[in-house]
DNA sequence: TTGCTGACCGACG
DNA sequence: CCGTCGGCCAGCA
């Protein structure tokens, strides 16, 4: 089979989602991996993050946290406070790790992006 | 090469 | 309500 049957790589796709979002916006990995299509994957997307670090080019992973909301993926960072203040930088409030107003702030890829 | 782990999510009991 | 398990894919020993 062709390793390039579709465009881009699952971690090129998660890197293309995620320059995406918005300013003052934040997602979900489950919520990135639906729209990929991979559904269940969305652990992938967690992994890709780590990566970014690694990848050329700006990507907001400190936009993307878990389903609750909740910035698991602080400590992947150069700090753990690190995320929290970037979002804090963009309007968004966090308290003990916890986005408030998660659902004001969310941005589905899946509604947003047709 | 095989096996385990991982920034998750949803279902089941 | 809470604990547990499976699934998905890629990187590393």
Same mark, same amino acid.
């Given at each position: 089979?062709?390793?390039?049957? /579709?465009?881009?790589?699952?971690?090129?796709?998660?890197?293309?989602?995620?320059?995406?979002?918005?300013?003052?916006?934040?997602?979900?990995?489950?919520?990135?991996?639906?729209?990929?299509?991979?559904?269940?994957?969305?652990?992938?997307?967690?992994?890709?993050?780590?990566?970014?670090?690694?990848?050329?080019? /700006?990507?907001?992973?400190?936009?993307?946290?878990?389903?609750?909301?909740?910035?698991?993926?602080?400590?992947?960072? /150069?700090?753990?406070?690190?995320?929290?203040?970037?979002?804090?930088?963009?309007?968004?409030?966090?308290?003990? /790790?916890?986005?408030?107003?998660?659902?004001?702030?969310?941005?589905?890829?899946?509604?947003?992006?047709?």
């Amino acid at each position: 089979m062709n390793p390039q049957a /579709d465009n881009l790589s699952f971690f090129q796709q998660v890197y293309a989602v995620a320059r995406l979002i918005p300013y003052g916006r934040v997602t979900s990995y489950g919520a990135i991996a639906r729209y990929l299509g991979t559904g269940g994957s969305a652990r992938m997307v967690g992994w890709a993050m780590n990566s970014s670090h690694s990848t050329t080019g /700006d990507i907001p992973a400190h936009r993307v946290v878990n389903r609750n909301g909740l910035l698991t993926g602080k400590h992947h960072f /150069d700090g753990p406070l690190v995320m929290q203040e970037l979002l804090e930088s963009e309007g968004i409030k966090v308290i003990d /790790d916890q986005i408030i107003n998660f659902n004001k702030h969310f941005w589905d890829p899946v509604k947003e992006i047709l």
